[in-house]
């Protein structure tokens, strides 16, 4: 019981320490999540991102810019912290605590790139059509797409972590 | 047995024991529910209330996401630097703040001859809970010499004064911190002013009106007045650290493509010319007329036309016969007189020895031209395609971010290379920022044909903030080209337009729609081939004439009067003699100066004399100004009580209205003009959803777990 107070405890911490850093950083200070994240976005859309101090990842070509609001780090918290309370009767030791703690954020980075990516293509493929739908703004249309992606991917990552941890309870069971 | 079909979605708490199968897990938490929650980890809290340590986490977590981040910021972070821009307005936020504070603007035309008389009111309107200070960047007339401005809050009007700029802005911003209601009014480009109104109180309505004059020219015997209601969004590189008090107006907030404009726009007026009008009409904006006598006409906008305030207004008419208003006006003033020669062209003569000539198109396909601008562009060279001669040759650089040329040298313009400059025209649909001078620069490396003139035809919708390094540019390359600029949609940048085509000794062309296109192709065709009069010259016989504007008259391609302002003294007479050389040869015509040519009615050739100077000085001039032009320019516009970039208005209500503390900065949002894309507006950012969007996705999501175990335990305790 400790141990998970312990975890819960850090936990807290780390989300605390992300928004702090998100809330004070500059596209600059967020490169180890906007970088990532424009490679993939790279990648499946074919466009070239040109890194530009102080504003993000600019494609002039398409007029986009994938910058601070666009990190992801709403995500990376959300799924961190659903990660944890999902994982957290695995939590026996200090040892164990770390571990979760790791894989946790560890899957909740990589889910952030690739969600948010994810999420980041279908809004330039939105963008470039200009999309809109009755009585909504493209601004509007946009938060919606983020919503939507953004929830799927919080299911996915959800099922995904029951999987795994039940097949890892089941082959300790069976150790 | 019925067999229970697993659901392909996940029925258990996630953090239920992963190793409990499907069926022990129902029969654990009906099991569970029986025993009153008493089992498993848990910390007692009230006899059996028991808190789960998931629970616990979920709590702890939630609370630390959702906590403002704010209160852990660090305040004395330096702002990031970025590069002026266009920004979206995001409606809503604090209710207590008016987010559109500028509710009407009224504009009154009088015209009389070939002089406008224009005065625009802005009515600003506070229906917010805390005061605020608004700002609102505006368009007017490239030509427009403003010449006076009011404000009016509650019953009192006070008359606002001419002042050296930084000195308006200091005395501005002392009213503003002093609680006092105050306006202030700047040009930052000849046709783009920013209203400042400090200290609108809530509940309060203040008015500015402002009113300047202008010359109305014919072309081809058609009279135009046109009043722009937008400020397109300019594309820039200039940080914002950098950028002058000028350049600032670039960062301004956009509402988004196809959205009514947020305030409302009213016209009226007269026109009155003295000669029967044969035709007037507006293709932009729906307009009543109503005959009031023998060349004198009243207009109005339709009540449909309430938010029009997207495009530009303009409205054309055509005097009986043809005939164009021309020849002298004099006026009398107490320091100073002022004439105004305006001298009917001679006939245009076609040529029938048309050397070639070689024609670059430089064709804008970034963001801004995106949709309807680019397929009217694509339109127009379509038709200017058509009016090229198989001896010319040509070439096209198509510019956005970067620029592409379709040939390495110039090719001639055989229907074959016509249609695939065509086709590789059309392969673009607009995207990218607006790198007009690398575009300009790359059609002037173009190797040249020896003894083929030159026309560089650029096509684009102007929405930049480098006008003045584009026309040094061009000023640069007169030996080598003429410069021709067509302004493709509904409320283009005129100020480039007019600028590339003076600073390039050439034309300018609007063109607002497709239908329009057709026409323009011609028209460039005929001026360049035929020019209506070259080698202008100008003299005085008896007429004491001085600080004339122009001081060297350019060519005249298009058929339209040669305007000419001056200052006179002594007595009236004498002539005043254009020469020059049409298609036929040798060009004169003497205009007698008359005593009954002056009238006091015309006043306005002071301010507009003084206005055709600064413009001369300033508008078109270099983009670094010499202490000495700054010096002549500010004395002017202090002299002659004008707008300029040195000086402003200023008006100060001197009475402490608001006592209490702050106060927001509001800028008005902008319209897109009407069939400009979202693209216009800097980059789209992909800014992802708000923390508490995800906070309600996560509730949804452990909600919807949740019902679905109880369900689960239920039906396994029935079981």
Redesign the interface.
């Known amino acids: 019981m400790k141990a998970k107070l312990c975890l819960v405890a850090v936990a807290a911490l780390v989300i605390w320490g992300m928004k702090r850093h998100y809330s004070d950083a500059g596209a600059d200070d967020l490169w180890w999540i906007l970088s990532p994240t424009s490679r993939v976005v790279a990648a499946v859309t074919g466009t070239a991102f040109v890194a530009v101090p102080s504003e993000g990842f600019v494609s002039r070509e398409r007029m986009f810019v994938i910058e601070k609001s666009c990190a992801g780090i709403n995500f990376l918290v959300a799924a961190f912290g659903m990660l944890v309370v999902a994982l957290l009767h695995r939590v026996r030791s200090g040892v164990s605590g770390l571990s979760v703690l790791a894989v946790c954020f560890s899957a909740g980075y990589l889910a952030a790139v690739v969600v948010n990516a994810t999420r980041i293509t279908i809004a330039m493929w939105l963008a470039d059509r200009s999309t809109t739908l009755p009585a909504l703004t493209s601004a509007q249309v946009h938060r919606l797409e983020g919503i939507a992606v953004y929830f799927a991917g919080l299911v996915l990552l959800c099922e995904l972590a029951r999987r795994v941890d039940r097949r890892m309870g089941l082959i300790g069971r069976m150790a | 047995m019925a067999r229970r079909t697993r659901p392909a979605?996940?029925l258990?708490h996630?953090?239920?024991?992963?190793?409990s199968s499907y069926h022990a897990q129902n029969q654990c938490v009906a099991r569970r529910r029986r025993e009153g929650w008493r089992s498993g980890?848990g910390?007692a809290l009230a006899g059996r209330m028991r808190l789960r340590?998931?629970w616990?986490?979920?709590a702890?977590?939630?609370?630390?996401?959702l906590?403002p981040?704010?209160v852990?910021?660090?305040e004395d972070?330096p702002p990031?630097?970025?590069?002026l821009s266009p920004y979206?307005f995001?409606d809503g936020g604090d209710p207590a703040v008016d987010l559109l504070p500028l509710k009407d603007t009224r504009v009154n035309v009088a015209i009389t001859g070939v002089i406008a008389d224009v005065t625009v009111r802005q009515v600003y309107e506070n229906r917010g809970t805390r005061p605020i200070h608004a700002r609102y960047v505006f368009p007017a007339s490239t030509r427009a010499a403003v010449y006076g401005m009011t404000m009016t809050v509650g019953n009192v009007r006070i008359v606002a004064r001419i002042k050296e700029r930084e000195k308006a802005k200091t005395e501005f911003e002392a009213a503003k911190r002093e609680g006092k209601s105050a306006s202030l009014l700047e040009q930052s480009r000849p046709n783009v002013f920013t209203m400042n109104v400090a200290n609108v109180l809530p509940g309060d309505t203040i008015s500015v009106e402002l009113k300047y004059t202008e010359l109305l020219t014919p072309t081809d015997g058609v009279y135009e007045f046109v009043y722009p209601t937008v400020v397109g969004p300019r594309y820039s590189e200039t940080s914002e650290s950098q950028a002058s008090p000028e350049d600032r107006f670039v960062k301004a907030p956009y509402t988004?493509?196809?959205?009514e404009p947020r305030s409302e726009f009213h016209l009226a007026g007269s026109v009155s010319t003295g000669v029967p009008i044969q035709e007037i009409a507006s293709s932009t904006h729906q307009v009543l007329f109503r005959s009031t006598g023998q060349g004198r006409s009243e207009i109005s906008l339709a009540d449909a036309e309430q938010f029009s305030g997207n495009r530009d207004f303009i409205l054309r008419y055509r005097l009986a016969g043809e005939t164009i208003s021309s020849g002298l006006l004099l006026y009398q003033g107490r320091d100073e007189n002022f004439f105004l020669l305006m001298a009917e062209p001679p006939k245009t003569v076609a040529r029938g020895d048309i050397p070639p000539r070689e024609y670059i198109f430089v064709v804008d396909v970034s963001?801004s031209m995106y949709?309807f601008p680019l397929d009217t562009s694509k339109a127009l060279m379509g038709d200017l395609a058509k009016v090229l001669r198989p001896s010319d040759t040509l070439n096209v650089v198509v510019f956005?971010?970067g620029n592409e040329t379709f040939a390495p040298a110039s090719v001639p313009a055989t229907s074959a290379n016509l249609s695939r400059a065509l086709q590789f025209i059309g392969r673009k649909n607009g995207?990218?920022?607006t790198r007009l001078l690398e575009a300009l620069k790359q059609a002037g490396s173009v190797p040249r044909q020896p003894g083929v003139s030159r026309s560089i035809v650029l096509l684009t919708d102007g929405f930049i903030s480098a006008e003045a390094e584009v026309f040094d540019y061009i000023r640069g390359q007169l030996d080598d080209a003429n410069f021709f600029a067509f302004g493709i949609g509904s409320s283009v940048n005129r100020h480039l337009i007019e600028g590339v085509a003076r600073a390039g000794l050439g034309e300018p062309f609007i063109v607002t729609e497709p239908s329009e296109a057709s026409e323009a192709a011609d028209r460039l065709r005929r001026y360049i081939d035929s020019p209506v009069l070259t080698g202008i010259d100008l003299t005085f016989s008896g007429f004491d004439a001085y600080d004339v504007e122009p001081r060297t008259i350019p060519d005249l391609f298009a058929s339209r009067p040669i305007v000419v302002f001056g200052k006179w003294r002594g007595a009236p007479r004498g002539s005043i003699e254009i020469s020059g050389t049409t298609g036929r040869g040798i060009y004169r015509a003497s205009h007698p100066v008359a005593a009954d040519s002056a009238d006091g009615r015309h006043a306005a050739l002071r301010h507009l004399w003084a206005r055709t100077r600064i413009a001369n000085l300033s508008d078109f001039g270099p983009a670094a100004q010499s202490e000495a032009r700054v010096a002549e320019i500010t004395a002017l516009g202090l002299g002659y009580g004008l707008l300029t970039r040195y000086t402003s208005f200023i008006a100060v209500h001197e009475i402490v209205r608001r006592t209490t503390e702050g106060a927001d900065d509001v800028d008005q949002p902008l319209p897109l003009p009407a069939g400009v894309?979202?693209?216009a507006v800097?980059?789209?950012?992909?800014?992802?959803?708000?923390?508490i969007?995800?906070?309600a996705?996560?509730l949804?999501?452990v909600g919807y777990l949740q019902v679905l175990r109880v369900r689960r335990s239920r039906s396994g305790a029935v079981a």
């Open positions: 979605f996940v258990r996630p953090w239920r024991h992963a190793e980890n910390v340590p998931h616990i986490a979920n702890v977590i939630a609370l630390v996401s906590a981040a704010g852990a910021a660090q972070r990031a630097d970025k590069t979206f995001v988004h493509e196809r959205e963001g949709g956005a971010d995207g990218g920022g894309s979202d693209k800097g980059m789209t950012s992909g800014f992802e959803p708000e923390l969007w995800l906070a996705m996560l949804a999501l």
